[in-house]
């Protein structure tokens, strides 16, 4: 099984040839016949609460096979392992790197009844630094539901900012907004993440803010956004006669420029392990949702999430949801050539989802280098986009049932709603009705229809999955995000790329430093930035830039 | 210059043939000396208030010159000015089609001191509705301010709830969402779309229904979605002791089965031959706009709007922003064969602009059949994606820096916050930081950047605009909305297919029907549905699909 030494590569693969070839001729879902009720039975899979159907996807038999093949070949479910034994994995052989483990798992690795693999690995430090900062929240929420913790009226705080880009701010919004029926007692989280001051003007209109708490949340403790979102905060604080260092409270990493308790009422620390994009179940995501859903709801959280993980380490793809999911994706990517991947909730809950989902995927997965440092010859993650049905058939379905650009979807269905608040029209239930055109989808997008009129035809073939849960529960969207995650960790380990680091962000905030520095000299010296100071950095491009858009 | 009759095909246009030939070796925005503030400031067009810069798109004079040959050969200006004067030109030629003009331009010809090229056109009795409808809404609302309009208590409406879906919704949430500084005395309008019941059941909550206005949206007043959503609605009006009919509005065609004065405190008009995508500057934003934003400000977005169409009339792509980046996109799409496009506002207000533009481009270009009802062998519509930044840049940049996948990007910028609540940190103001960081991903994107530590490389050649506005005001955003609306339509003239209808989403329509028998069927007789009673039409897919999703 542990043949996923350097020498694995994913163009080089047996597999790959044997898919490159299966795939001029793919699975035709509109011959007659071809998509039955035995299909759909047959192509089923389960694990952590879900099903997922792909009896829609452009496969028979020896492509799955073929993509069986090719996980064994990469070791993918033994580099899986590895990953969550806390093996160091976010690296690049040969060059600088992170270079350091993977270690979100530990977040969630909080249940003493769910089996632990690793009793004794390398993952050991994060699952206490974990199991310590979750045990913290709890007894810092318990002292606000008891009013032991209040502002200095003694009245309890009943609003949050979270302040906080990219992982710190769309994993943490995206769940919060999923889960609106387990809110507390009235209690509201509003985000700011954007360093565009109209976000934070907007965000603290209309709060009162003597009874709101600021989470301010960066790894790093520097993230520009974030620091200058916090001063704007600090000074309406400033401004209407509060105590900023009663208020504020942060997540960070340990020892980071932040990391200074006499600023903040309270100060939560994440694992330096972990990635942005796969914090949403640290402290980053736990604060925010333990305020405004409550500690049970975000334990519950973690224990969907814990639960696909484990259910992630089976070595079988048919017993393995996100093992399964990324195959088929590589399959549309990399042998049928589709570039885009929609992913489609039916639930308005997820109406930010698929936003956080572009930061998981495109940002671990946007590469085109392999762990060994060399020119990746093949695709890599696709562009991920999407919005909940049924919202989407009235905006954009036009282009997936009807162009030339044919788009994998991905659907995501609940047998029951949240709420349970429904109605009757017609004979059936709005939930019903949400199904019904899930299910309709599905299948029109597989089979397509001929017709006389050759504006009225759709071609078929537009190959989706299908993942079904219950409802919409924090345990079962902590399963969903992990299915996600793993997913997308399962494609970087296959295709033998590092899903970990995030190199393409630097250079636009090289450049971005440069060009404040016109703005720099423009603001202190009222000199024309055209003539800077003698010895400064001149950056003709951006000052150019800045001309012709008539900014300076 | 009417060389647009039947006998025009884009793919047999001898300016293709050239594109054709030029785009085998693109202008390189890597080469040294390439970028430069010449070309900057040369490759940039201006009109109703907007700057585009173009100079980091991959073109070379030659290239610009074959795109201004293709504009003349299809007579795009010509077709454009025909479309907004009213010819019918929603149809396919020699089969059924909706076979209507295009009308949405008379909803902002609203403006006696602009110019009215098509005085005594077919454009007439919609231009003649639309003010008429114009006019009843400054009166609706002049009696909502006065106290004139009031609840059973004689206290004001407060809130607004608008139920619609696609159309009758992704535009005027964004355009709302757009514009909150504007928002007149604490009001607020909430959005239901979904079918799901929990939208209905999240945005009804917490809210004083005897303060509350709803506002239900279909042009055809036969929406499912949204007559199931008025259904939960009404009845949460009555278990709340209060007459409903006190409290809805409606939006919809003239003698639709909505269009019925008993049921609604008001009902405001629509012209039939104006599409959903297109409607946010007709009644369907006009009530919610106007009574969260104020009649003022919905007159100034539809002058914003009136000015883009109106220098959108300029035969020369020089002078007319939506040819020009409409030809630009073609260029993109079907010469450098590049299949999505990202929107990425530096503004956060733009936060839901994206969305509504997936509606506009995809389900108006989003076709594969030419107006005379032949296949298009050339590729039409993008997908189109994006989010504000500088968010983005924390989450899917990566992908558009360094994978193989590239990206068009259109960057949407403005001078001025709309707030102005600013904060000067590290010597710059948040707005500053904010154009910094745009100006930086424009030019990083264009240039890439070498490194010795292949991870670190950023291969460049990624193209992109940049559309510059000073403020985004009212006026700036229906500008921005109309530049949209016509650079889509722009492409569709050119590519001579047919922006205005959407036939691709009937299939779906048609199969969930079927599938809500299934569910009636279960529900009425308590029988299994595998066993439907006799004469029911079968749907054998269906009822497999609902078995392997357990739904049945």
Redesign the interface.
């Known amino acids: 099984m542990d043949s996923a030494g350097s020498g694995y590569r994913f163009v080089r693969a047996q597999a790959h040839a044997e898919l490159a070839r299966l795939a001029a001729r793919p699975f035709d879902l509109t011959a007659p016949g071809a998509?039955?009720?035995d299909r759909?039975?047959a192509l089923?899979a389960s694990g952590a609460g879900y099903?997922l159907?792909y009896?829609t996807q452009r496969v028979d038999e020896a492509a799955l096979a073929a993509l069986r093949a090719l996980a064994r070949e990469a070791d993918a479910a033994g580099q899986f392992r590895r990953l969550m034994a806390g093996e160091v994995m976010n690296r690049?052989e040969g060059?600088?790197?992170e270079n350091r483990p993977v270690q979100h798992f530990a977040s969630r690795n909080a249940f003493d009844d769910l089996p632990d693999p690793f009793d004794s690995g390398a993952a050991r430090p994060a699952v206490a630094l974990a199991r310590e900062q979750l045990e913290r929240l709890r007894v810092f929420l318990a002292e606000l539901d008891s009013g032991a913790a209040a502002n200095a009226q003694r009245e309890p705080f009943t609003d949050l900012v979270h302040i906080g880009?990219?992982?710190s701010?769309?994993g943490p919004r995206a769940l919060y907004l999923a889960l609106?029926?387990w809110r507390q007692g009235g209690r509201r989280v509003h985000f700011i993440?954007?360093?565009?001051?109209?976000?934070?003007?907007?965000a603290l209109?209309g709060l009162d803010l003597s009874r709101t708490l600021v989470n301010v949340v960066s790894k790093s403790g520097s993230t520009?956004?974030t620091?200058?979102?916090e001063?704007?905060a600090r000074?309406a604080f400033t401004e209407a006669g509060l105590k900023p260092e009663r208020h504020f409270l942060c997540v960070t990493g340990r020892g980071s420029p932040m990391d200074n308790p006499a600023r903040y009422r309270a100060t939560f620390h994440m694992f330096d392990s972990i990635g942005?994009?796969y914090s949403a179940t640290s402290m980053v995501g736990g604060v925010c949702l333990g305020f405004g859903l409550g500690f049970a709801a975000f334990q519950e959280l973690l224990r969907g999430a814990r639960e696909m993980d484990l259910a992630s380490l089976a070595p079988e793809p048919s017993a393995n949801l996100p093992l399964l999911a990324a195959l088929l994706g590589i399959w549309n990517r990399d042998f049928l050539g589709l570039?885009?991947l929609a992913v489609l909730p039916?639930?308005?809950?997820l109406v930010r989802f698929a936003?956080h989902l572009?930061?998981l995927d495109?940002?671990s997965?946007?590469?085109?280098?392999t762990k060994q440092?060399?020119?990746?010859e093949f695709?890599?993650?696709?562009?991920?986009?999407g919005?909940?049905?049924?919202?989407g058939?009235?905006?954009?379905?036009?282009?997936?049932?009807?162009?030339?650009?044919v788009?994998p979807c991905e659907f995501i269905?609940f047998?029951e709603?949240?709420?349970g608040?429904?109605?009757?029209?017609?004979?059936?239930?709005?939930?019903?009705?949400?199904?019904?055109?899930l299910?309709?989808?599905?299948?029109?997008l597989a089979?397509?229809?001929n017709d006389a009129?050759?504006?009225?035809?759709?071609?078929g073939n537009r190959p989706s999955l299908?993942l079904?849960g219950q409802r919409l529960t924090p345990r079962a969207l902590g399963a969903l995000l992990a299915f996600y995650e793993n997913k997308v960790a399962y494609q970087g380990l296959i295709w033998n790329i590092?899903s970990f680091?995030?190199?393409?962000?630097?250079?636009?905030?090289?450049?971005?430093?440069?060009?404040?520095g016109?703005?720099?000299r423009a603001?202190?010296g009222g000199k024309p930035p055209g003539k800077p100071p003698a010895g400064a950095q001149d950056d003709?491009?951006?000052?150019?830039?800045?001309?012709?858009?008539?900014?300076v």
Do not use: C
């Not at 039916?346 to 809950?349: E, F, V």
């Not at 997965?365 to 280098?369: E, M, S």
């Not at 429904?422 to 055109?437: E, F, I, P, R, Y």
């Not at 680091?501 to 404040?516: S, Y």
């Open positions: 998509l039955t009720s759909l039975r089923r099903d159907l009896g690049i060059h600088e790197s880009i990219g992982g701010d769309l609106q029926p993440s954007n360093v565009d001051p109209d976000d934070a003007a907007q209109r520009l956004e620091l200058t979102n001063t704007l000074r942005g994009r570039p885009t039916y639930s308005q809950a936003a572009q930061q495109m940002e997965n946007g590469k085109a280098v440092g060399e020119a990746a695709d890599t993650g696709p562009v991920v986009w919005e909940p049905g049924t919202n058939q009235h905006a954009f379905y036009q282009l997936i049932h009807q162009s030339r650009t788009v269905g047998r709603s949240q709420f608040n429904d109605v009757t029209v017609q004979g059936t239930t709005s939930q019903q009705k949400l199904l019904a055109n299910f309709a989808q599905v299948i029109a089979t397509g229809k009129n050759p504006n009225r035809r759709f071609p299908l079904m590092n680091d995030q190199e393409g962000v630097q250079l636009g905030k090289v450049l971005a430093t440069r060009i404040l016109q703005f720099q603001n202190a003709p491009l951006g000052r150019a830039l800045l001309e012709a858009a008539r900014v």
